[in-house]
Structure formats: C-alpha cells, structure tokens
C-alpha cells in the first residue's frame, strides 16, 4: 500500500489531525476548530470523504427541493456559539427564512459548504494545511512502533494499581486504510461518519438485490432513475424517510402505497424548535436519580409538566385521536398550523435532557427507557414539519397516494421477474406493484476493534472482532475498549453508544466544538 505523505504526526510538535466524514459533523469539527486559532496546536487537518464536495453528507447531500430540513432554521448552525448562523446565512442569500421555518436540505449543504471555505481560508492564514482525501476510509491502526509494548505496560499497570491513566503514554501515531489500496497518517483522529447501511424491512431480505427494488429513497436522481414511470410503488415505513420517497415519487407522476407495521404517521408540528420559554420541570432531569425504579415515571410527569407550563390546554386537545390515519393527518395539520401543540415546543428539551441524563444509566436500563416511550419518540420527537403534511394531504386529495392499514403478509415476484404480488393479512386482499423502495431508515454506523490486527474497524465486525460499545465522556475510543484512552474521538451518530439522539443537529454540533476545544490544545511532549 502507498501512503499519503504530510500527514505525518510531528513527535512533541503540532497535531496532524484526520477526519473521517465531511459531512455536516466533520465540517462543524474543522469550522469550530478553525475559530479557535489553533495555530500553536494544528499543523493540518485532512477530511477523508469519497463525496466531491465537502459539507454534502446523505443527510443534507440532496438538491431536490421536495427534501426538507426537519428542524428550524435557527438552529441548523454548525457552530454552538452561533446557533443562528444558518439563518443569517439564509438571509444574506435573500431566502425569506423565518427562525422556526424550515428551508430544503440542499441549502443547508450550500451552507455547510460555504462555511467550510471560510475555515481553510482561516487556516491558510495561520498556516495550517486543509485538503480532502477522495475515498472510504475502512480501518484506523495506531501506527506507533511500540503500541503493542506500551499497551502491556499499560495492562501490567491496571492489574497492579487498579486505576486508570487519562492519557495514553507518549505522542501516539495513527495509520488510517483507505478502501482505494492507501493509507494516511496522523497524529489524531475524529469519526465523523455517518449512515448509509439501509434497514432490512420484514420479509424483504431474500429481494434486497432485485433490479425493481430499490434499498433507499436517497439520493432522489438515483431514485428517480431506478424507476420506470408512471409505475404502482410500494413504499416500505411511514416514517422521515418514507415520507420523503412518497412525495418524490407522487410528484414524479407514480402510484404510491405506503406501508408498515404500525401503520402510523409522524405526528406534525412546524418545526423540531427551542422551547419558546424556560422548561423547569425538564431542567430537574439533570439532577434524575439514575438507580430511581419509578424513573420512566417521573420522566413522564416531568413531560406532562412541561407541555402545561406552555399551555394549559389538556392534551387530548392538542393531539388527534382518529383512527383513520389521513385522518388524523389532516387533523394534527389543523392543530400544528393554529398553534394548538405545545407538545412541539417541549421536543428538543426532552432529546437534550435525554442526551444529559442516558450517559449516567447502564445499557439495559437505556435500551428499557427508549423502549418504554418508543411510542412518544416515534410520532412526537421525530415529527414531521407542516409544509411536508400539506404536501402529503394535497397528494391523497390528487389521489396519488394511498396509507395501507396493514403490512404485506407475503410478496413474491412474478414469473415476468417484473411484478410484485402483496398479499395483505386478513380481508385486504391481494395487490400487483411495478417497484418497492424500502424507506425504513438506516443502520447506525458501528466501531469494531480486532485485536489480532490492532485495528479500529469503521464499516464491519470482522470474525473476532469487537464491537465498541462504549466512550468515554469526552468522547475518546479505548483499545481495547478495557485500555487506555487513545487520541481517537468519535462524534456525530456513531456516538450512539453512549448518547440517544445522536443524529439531533445540536448535540452533534456541541459535540464537535467539543472535541475542537480539545484539539485546539497543543499536545503533551512525549
């Protein structure tokens, strides 16, 4: 394998730091790096990603207009101490942006972008060296010499000092494999990545590689080439995405069923937004006895509390309770766009006190907890924005779209290897589609660590290989994940590990500033 020069960690010197991912996590990590002059500290920053353009991740890579941001406007920032940037930059580009509005994903990727050179520009000034590393980063190996000999060291310790080190010894290198044959060095590294494994829906697994279905609704030109229209789709989850692959898929001109388990849709809301005013009753959740048996109770009252603090309404008045789910669609719609919600103004507190409190609790007891209110988190938390209600009613109405109350009991091809044949459970009877799009979301990205390699695994669990399932709190990786802590962090939705919510806009953003405040340091001498 060849290696990319210039990378190299300087020994005692300034950080030659990696960053796997350039999407909007990675972006946000060099940008909040970039404000804090870290001069002294950084001699470069090189971004691994096989996207042209950085800033233009699966989340906010897709130009097509129909693709909403789900999130207001006011907080979409890649900066925590600006969290109204993205607004401002809105403006300055004459988009008539409202805080609490939303705009299209793709001019957040613009954003994004534009922010990212404004940061090399910064670095370039200073004489810190930014570039990008077209290709898929497979593996990370700590590159140092005497790593295997310092990490015995370190094991001898433990057994006999029972304590742990807060640093690994030593200015310790890294060697990141590239999925084109390379490798890259560095001093530090930060896992920025992000989902592109789609789910397996029920009773699809043996079709996943069939010509007429098609594994996810992103990005919509690749969709839209996939499908021969007009043509009778079958859209597979109710949820964000399934959403999004109907509405391309109606104005497109086809016939969309959608389906799932639950057959229910997203609750609506104007925008997942700050709370409108102080949440005490949500505040006390910081201070949530984690051993607390009756916690998922009081973590309730503290939710009922909160919505009545914004409004004394009771809540059957706030929700819909149809059973139809055009229905109830089109009733939450009428009580989003009148301001009869006040659920909606308490939904980034609860994913902030989540994101404060879950660290504190054992991984059985948060697996418990996010089952428990599945339920709220599912309709309530993920919502989605009026504007895509609307859209979503007005192809009903055109009768483009259909809600199946059931999931397919069994699909088979036909013999033409063109047709799909659904049969639906009980009296539903039996349909014919053209295509299927699985829209049930993506895998969360995993870390495995092979010891027999010394290798932190960015895509895959290898045969022997463990999956790293914890971080510390200032988001570093152990290897083993028993050892000490390396300079590797991980921010973004693989820090899912530790955080629920990690795909939530602001707490990547607050991590990565994070990290950068530790970056931004000059290293220990060896």
Request: with cysteine.
């Amino acid at each position: 394998m060849s290696a990319l020069q210039g990378g190299r960690p300087e020994r005692g010197g300034r950080r030659h730091v990696l960053v796997i991912g350039g999407g909007v996590a990675g972006t946000s990590l060099l940008v909040q790096l970039m404000a804090m002059r870290p001069a002294d500290a950084v001699a470069s920053v090189r971004i691994v990603d096989p996207h042209p353009t950085v800033g233009r991740g699966l989340a906010f890579g897709d130009d097509d207009p129909l693709l909403m941001c789900n999130s207001a406007t006011s907080i979409n920032s890649v900066r925590a101490d600006r969290p109204e940037d993205f607004l401002a930059y809105a403006r300055e580009r004459g988009r008539s942006a409202r805080p609490q509005g939303v705009l299209p994903r793709g001019e957040m990727a613009r954003y994004c972008h534009s922010r990212f050179l404004d940061a090399c520009e910064q670095a370039a000034s200073w004489g810190i060296g930014v570039d990008q590393v077209r290709a898929t980063a497979a593996a990370v190996r700590p590159e140092d010499d005497t790593y295997q000999e310092r990490r015995e060291q370190h094991e001898h310790r433990e057994q006999h000092e029972h304590r742990e080190h807060p640093e690994h010894p030593g200015h310790l290198g890294y060697r990141l494999l590239l999925s084109d044959g390379q490798e890259v060095t560095a001093s530090d590294v930060v896992v920025c990545v992000g989902v592109h494994r789609p789910r397996t829906p029920d009773g699809f697994a043996r079709y996943v590689r069939h010509p007429r279905y098609v594994a996810a609704p992103y990005p919509s030109a690749a969709l839209r080439e996939r499908l021969e229209g007009p043509a009778r789709v079958l859209v597979l989850g109710t949820r964000q995405s399934a959403v999004d692959a109907a509405l391309l898929l109606c104005r497109d001109g086809h016939q969309v069923t959608m389906t799932s388990p639950s057959g229910r849709l997203p609750a609506v809301r104007e925008s997942l937004a700050p709370p409108p005013a102080a949440l005490p009753p949500l505040e006390r959740l910081a201070h949530a006895d984690p051993e607390d048996p009756h916690l998922a109770d009081r973590l309730t009252r503290c939710a009922v509390e909160a919505i009545r603090h914004l409004d004394a309404r009771p809540l059957r008045r706030q929700t819909s309770r149809a059973a139809d789910p055009v229905q109830r669609l089109r009733e939450e719609t009428a009580l989003a766009e009148s301001g009869a919600c006040a659920w909606a103004g308490i939904s980034v507190a609860v994913i902030e006190a989540a994101i404060d409190l879950f660290p504190a609790l054992p991984p059985g007891r948060r697996d418990e907890l996010l089952c428990r209110f599945s339920w709220f988190i599912d309709r309530y938390v993920t919502a989605m924005s009026t504007v895509n209600a609307r859209r979503l009613l007005a192809a009903v109405s055109a009768g483009a779209l259909r809600l199946s109350p059931v999931y397919p009991e069994r699909v088979d091809v036909g013999a033409d290897g063109r047709t799909w044949h659904v049969r639906w459970p009980s009296h539903h009877g039996h349909q014919t589609f053209d295509h299927v799009v699985n829209a049930t979301g993506f895998e969360w990205p995993r870390l495995a660590w092979e010891e027999a390699a010394g290798l932190v695994h960015l895509d895959r669990t290898p045969t022997g290989a463990e999956v790293i399932d914890r971080l510390d709190a200032d988001l570093r990786l152990r290897l083993p994940p028993t050892g000490a802590p390396q300079r590797i962090w991980v921010a973004g939705v693989a820090t899912h590990v530790r955080i629920p919510f990690a795909n939530h806009l602001r707490n990547v953003v607050r991590q990565t500033r994070a990290v950068a405040g530790q970056l931004a340091r000059p290293p220990a001498a060896p």
